[in-house]
């Protein structure tokens, strides 16, 4: 079982940073794909950065330049640093662990997730 808790969230102003956390319980950390993902009301769960336990990482196309990811296996930690928000960057963001992650966009093989931040961007 590995439970993950988000924070970092908060309102920022476009152009704004943040630096959004993932802490993430348990032994096995480093054996886990891990990744974020964000959601707006009404719509699915976006994928937005993974990192493999390989080191691989992946962005999304829409945060490519402006979000970097990367994961502290000694302190079970996942980071995204955010830069450079945009209005349309606003959702929660949750974090997300697997074991098992052929496809690291797609949602469905994550087991585990956390509660969620809230980022809001304003214009």
């Known amino acids: 079982q590995v439970q993950l808790d988000e924070s970092g969230g908060g309102l920022v102003q476009a152009g704004g940073s943040l630096r959004l956390s993932c802490a993430a319980s348990?032994?096995?950390?480093?054996?886990?794909?891990m990744a974020w993902f964000r959601q707006v009301p009404g719509k699915e769960r976006e994928f937005v950065a993974g990192?493999?336990?390989?080191?691989?990482?992946y962005y999304s196309d829409s945060v490519k330049g402006r979000f970097t990811i990367s994961r502290d296996n000694a302190k079970n930690t996942m980071v995204l640093q955010v830069n450079s928000l945009k209005p349309e960057d606003t959702a929660v963001y949750f974090c997300?662990?697997?074991?098992?992650?052929?496809?690291?966009?797609?949602?469905?093989?994550?087991?585990?997730w956390g509660q969620g931040t809230q980022v809001t961007v304003s214009s």
């Open positions: 997300g662990a697997g074991a098992d992650v052929p496809l690291i966009f797609s949602a469905k093989k994550y087991l585990y």
């Open positions: 348990g032994p096995t950390f480093s054996t886990y794909v």
């Open positions: 990192i493999r336990p390989s080191g691989n990482i």
